[in-house]
């Protein structure tokens, strides 16, 4: 009977002492964070190329500073500001050396959306989650601009037009991890689309640039990221405890 008593004791010392260490986390609604990687843009598989010219990937950097509130332990509200590059590339497949054109645009965005996670069990750290919302973005570009593969100049690009401000939508599957001090970390892939044009382009090649045809680029992309959150809590010594 004594040493279940101890036991029963001894027990309720871990989980007190254990309670307490948690409390020391001090966690909050709010983390900060990054996210690196890259992303890839292409222009608009709508369009219907001339023979022996061709649409290519192009591969880009997105680089954010992030803040996260967590409206509820499964549930937070995102925003942040994003720096991008994206762009295109265009080859002439009859030209063997220095066939192709390539444009890379930086822009600033500014996105605003919502994480939803769910984790295997109610006392995981792990999750998986999905992430929905709009994005403002302004792009940093010329107006209008010429381009050549070469200086034989056998393809020829015209960029007129389109727009440098315009909304976007986003959504995305990552998976994840949450420490007991707040550090979250998520990797995984997003798509972003916008509804407008950025750029009308006309695509040239041929002896005096007889054969040309029109194309758009829109600026939507895939990115694949890594994100890193710090909970604000960590920052000062609280008595009010979020979880």
Do not use: C
């Not at 690196?36 to 680089?63: E, H, Q, V, W, Y």
């Amino acid at each position: 009977m004594k040493n279940t008593i101890l036991f029963i004791a001894l027990l309720f010392i871990h989980l007190v002492s254990n309670g307490q260490s948690n409390n020391e986390n001090r966690l909050t609604p709010w983390h900060i964070g990054f996210k690196l990687g890259g992303n890839i843009s292409k222009l608009d598989t709508k369009d219907t190329f001339i023979s022996n010219i061709t649409p290519r990937n192009k591969m880009g950097i997105a680089i954010s500073g992030l803040a996260s509130y967590d409206l509820h332990r499964n549930v937070s509200l995102v925003t942040g500001l994003n720096l991008t590059t994206r762009g295109y590339r265009i080859a002439n497949d009859t030209v063997a050396i220095s066939n192709k054109i390539k444009q890379t645009y930086a822009s600033i965005q500014v996105p605003l959306g919502l994480s939803f996670r769910q984790y295997p069990s109610p006392h995981s750290s792990s999750f998986f989650s999905e992430e929905i919302g709009g994005v403002l973005n302004y792009s940093f570009r010329k107006n209008s601009e010429t381009l050549y593969n070469s200086d034989k100049q056998q393809l020829r690009v015209i960029e007129t037009g389109g727009n440098k401000f315009y909304p976007m939508v986003y959504g995305g599957l990552l998976m994840g991890r949450t420490s007991n001090k707040g550090i979250r970390t998520e990797y995984g892939v997003t798509y972003y689309h916008t509804f407008g044009t950025e750029l009308n382009l006309k695509v040239s090649s041929g002896e005096f640039f007889n054969k040309s045809f029109p194309i758009r680029y829109n600026g939507s992309n895939l990115q694949f990221t890594f994100r890193y959150y710090f909970n604000t809590g960590n920052f000062k010594k609280s008595s009010d405890y979020f979880y």
